[in-house]
């Protein structure tokens, strides 16, 4: 499904099956998407105010270059999320899973990823304005460490 450009506002989709939806470039405004499966979410560019996202799950998820204010993503499993070079402001993952995260470049405000479980992070200096637990800043301790030069050897 192809919403490039597109204007969404006041939008709830329920138990969606949808290969790809691509929505680069739009304007997304109290947007709900609960339950089903995406293969590609594409939001790339888009500017965003108020999106929930539950109980889905999502093969690739690009919110590259996005401008979003006010997301929630609670209870999804997504395999890939691309985030580079996105402006995030009062984003929260609750009870999600990710098997790879790209922050790279990306700029954050008030933005909770305590309730985001990923395997992997590409690029932890980009997480600079966002909340993370203990239990996150101890597995990405190696990354941290190599981004700012330091050997840790045992």
């Known amino acids: 499904m192809d919403l490039t450009g597109a204007t969404l506002i006041d939008v709830d989709l329920g138990d969606v099956r949808i290969a790809s939806l691509r929505m680069r470039d739009a304007s997304i405004r109290r947007v709900r998407i609960g339950g089903g499966r995406i293969g590609t979410l594409d939001l790339s560019s888009a500017r965003i105010d108020e999106l929930l996202l539950g109980d889905v799950r999502i093969d690739y998820l690009n919110l590259g270059g996005a401008k979003a204010t006010d997301v929630e993503i609670g209870r999804c499993d997504i395999r890939t999320v691309d985030m580079p070079q996105a402006e995030l402001t009062r ?38 304005g966002t909340t993370l637990s203990g239990f996150q800043v101890q597995q990405l301790a190696p990354l941290l460490a190599a981004g700012i030069g330091i050997q840790v050897k045992d």
């Open 91 to 128: 984003v929260r993952f609750t009870d999600t899973r990710s098997d790879e995260v790209d922050p790279r470049g990306m700029r954050a405000t008030h933005t909770d990823l305590r309730g985001l479980d990923a395997a992997a992070f590409l690029d932890a200096n980009s997480l600079r």
